[in-house]
């Protein structure tokens, strides 16, 4: 006959403790969303039985769920990616099928809605990022349960999960701040997502609470993230900031990229730092600071958040804010000027 399985054999083969098992399996705050993970998987592998908890949310018997975004969105496959896979992972884990649709900007425009929508064949909706205000409206007065990812608007009452963009932002700057910075530029395009405009509030904040006041010819916030339209603004400054603050990885591999072109020394002659901690920041020369987001509890956090809102309807809506950290690489260095 074979021994029993218990939480300590799942302790010992993942090395973490017993009390971290129980939380994971009770579905429990105090443990990662990667490390509850791990633990399900290895406890369904070595065949161990554990009561599935029951919640209020549990008991409205949720069978099916929609997961929209734009082509845009579903081409970031390395941030809004793992936040699809990691959704997709929930899902599977609460036995909840899961209907996905990119919104093509066709439909977007037209306001043509999918149809899982349309024919309400789901119970609640995630919708990944931004597509338009008035599409979201109109996905809105379906009147389905609805929680978004990664993106708000004042007109939008719905509830969302967010990335808590002005403090990660404040804390970025307040990095090159403390390696003796004082001129620090900023580049991105604040009107193409809340997440920018709030990231360049926190480079703002920053700045004022150490005395400095921002720069109109330091602050490039309405540019394209494309090579060249990034490349003339490194090259049109007649004299270089000794920092950049990049509002995404993206801006901050092709100003590295113009910066080394140029034969400017990163970071003993200008520091770079970057948001997001996507492959840009990992695959840049040299490697960027930047701020981590925890993606996967972005996905643990929404899919909870629509459990409880179909569950609790009438309650007022939430904005949950998720906290960012500093990745201190390559790219930045003390001020030597």
């Not at 997961?67 to 970031?76: D, K, P, T, V, Y």
């Not at 941030?79 to 884990?93: D, H, K, M, T, W």
């Amino acid at each position: 006959m074979s021994k029993k399985v218990v939480m300590q054999d799942i302790a010992d083969r993942l090395n973490i403790s017993k009390n971290s098992v129980s939380q994971a399996l009770a579905g429990k705050d105090g443990v990662s969303e990667e490390t509850r993970r791990k633990i399900i998987e290895t406890a369904e592998e070595m065949g161990y039985r554990y009561p599935k908890k029951e919640s209020d949310d549990d008991q409205k018997q949720v069978k099916t769920i929609g997961l929209i975004a734009s082509e845009f969105a579903f081409s970031m496959k390395n941030f809004f990616g793992e936040i699809y896979l990691s959704i997709e992972r929930e899902a599977q884990r609460h036995g909840i099928k899961l209907l996905i649709q990119s919104v093509t900007p066709e439909m977007r425009d037209r306001l043509s809605l999918p149809s899982f929508i349309e024919d309400n064949q789901v119970d609640g909706i995630l919708i990944l990022s931004h597509v338009s205000t008035p599409y979201i409206e109109k996905v809105l007065a379906q009147d389905i349960p609805t929680v978004l990812i990664d993106h708000h608007h004042p007109l939008l009452q719905t509830d969302a999960v967010l990335t808590n963009n002005r403090f990660g932002a404040y804390t970025a700057v307040k990095h090159l701040l403390d390696l003796n910075h004082r001129d620090i530029a900023v580049i991105g395009h604040v009107d193409m997502s809340p997440s920018y405009q709030e990231r360049w509030e926190g480079y703002l904040l920053a700045l004022r609470e150490h005395g400095l006041e921002a720069r109109e010819d330091r602050m490039f916030i309405r540019v394209s993230e494309d090579e060249a339209s990034i490349d003339m603004i490194i090259r049109g400054i007649a004299e270089q900031p000794t920092a950049w603050f990049c509002l995404n990885d993206g801006y901050g591999f092709y100003v590295c990229s113009s910066l080394r072109n140029l034969g400017i020394q990163i970071p003993d002659k200008v520091s770079v730092c970057g948001f997001d901690n996507t492959h840009f920041s990992q695959m840049s020369v040299p490697k960027i600071t930047t701020m981590d987001i925890d993606l996967p509890l972005f996905a643990h956090k929404a899919f909870a958040q629509l459990l409880w809102r179909i569950g609790h309807p009438d309650e007022v809506y939430e904005e949950i804010l998720l906290p960012t950290h500093l990745l201190q690489r390559e790219s930045t260095a003390k001020c030597k000027r």
